[in-house]
């Protein structure tokens, strides 16, 4: 089935699905695209680089001005596919959607490129030119958890912040009274006080300003020893907030893909919170081999990272981040359906049976709503671990000899000689 072009935009620049090479490589280029532009700019300040390279920088500006103005555009002729925006008018969605912060830096983004042809040269504008690494967000996890974590702690940074002024404004004014009459140019009111109480509270001492009498070297001691603990409080602060959204990320995501399971999706949300608790961390290196086709399983597992090869007997099927597999040997300890090998270094999220068996006698009703679930999709394992569901969406290739890793086929052919 033919995709529409604004969907196909859509998917390419804001919802790709996991494992989209077209979308990782228009992430993947943007990126770079930007980079590049930062670098320009930087570089082109310098006289003698200037002078040596300015075609080059002018090139740069161009391409990526005009390309930062066509995924502009693109992105709001897309808006009213976003889920918030569906169901508006195209117009209402696409105002809606330039208000948001990320569509905000986009339009940064572009008036540089545009502005000079209007209103001629603006080297003021070099700054709004820089203001462009901001774009970076939008493909770091981490800078958006660091966003999310300030805007959280917002009242208990504002809160530190006064705290760290009171103490500013208490040390001009100590100063001021101490040692105004001895250097009046440095402490002769508390404006100019104020500049060595920062100084001094931040711990830089620039030392172009400092107290002279035994009183004034005092109070500047005691203010540089609690400058260490004034700016330790906003950074706890956004330590732990920061640790505490990371967290919380990874939790919304895991509990997602649990979400996604056949076996728990008529489960509610505390149910599936349990049991994404169960689960815990393991690392594959590329070729080591997970499970193996035909023993016995109790555990389903979900690729957090990397990717796995599920080889079938009459094809393999490679899976990517955000898929499981092995749904069904969590209740049943069934055999397992096929062969699956780590394709790069991965991290898996393992379910073990034992664990979810003993959350379900705990927990009766969501042990009778799991059960009635695994009834309905045995028949659809034909005894296997792997359901139908598992392996849609991943790249299907015929199976042949030459297609296992040399690591399977020794194992595998070692199996044969042991059974013969």
Known sequence: MRVPL???????????????????????????????????????TEASLSRLWGGL????EVVSGLVFTIEYFCRLWVADLHPPY???????????????????????AVLPFWLPLVAGDLRALVIFRLLRFLKLARYSPALRSLASALASERRALTASFVIIFGIVLSAATALHVIEGAEQPE????????IWWA??????????????????????????MLMGYGLLALPIGIVANAFAREIHSREFVVTWGMVARVPLFEDLNAADIAEVTGLLHSHSADRGEIISRQGEPGNSMFFIASGSVEIHLDDRVISMHEGNFFGEM????????????????????????????????????????????????????????????????????????????????????????????
């Open 57 to 60: 920088f002018v090139g740069v």
């Open 198 to 223: 920062i100084a001094t509270v931040t711990t830089v001492g620039y030392g172009d300003v400092v107290p002279i009498t035994g009183t004034g070297k005092i109070v500047g001691s005691v203010v």
């Open 329 to 420: 040997a969590v209740l049943h300890r069934t055999l397992r359906s096929a062969t699956v090998v780590a394709t790069s270094r991965c991290r898996l999220l393992v379910l073990d049976g034992e664990d979810l068996h003993r959350l379900m006698r705990r927990n009766p009703s969501m042990a009778r709503r799991v059960r009635e679930a695994a009834r309905e999709r045995r028949a659809q394992t034909g005894g296997g671990d792997m359901a139908p569901e598992e392996l849609i969406g991943g790249e299907v290739r015929e199976e042949t000899g030459d297609s296992m890793p040399d690591t399977l086929q020794k194992s595998t052919s070692q199996r044969d000689g042991e059974t013969e």
């Open 86 to 108: 569906r169901g508006m008018g195209p117009l209402r969605a696409r105002l809606l959607y330039a208000r948001q912060p990320f569509a905000v830096i986009d339009l940064v």
């Open 186 to 193: 440095a402490f002769g009111s508390i404006p100019d006080s």
């Open 6 to 44: 604004k969907r196909r935009v859509y998917e390419l620049l804001e919802q790709g699905a996991v494992g989209n090479f077209a979308s990782l490589l228009v992430d993947r280029v943007l990126i770079a695209l930007i980079l590049v532009n930062i670098a320009s700019v930087i570089l082109s």
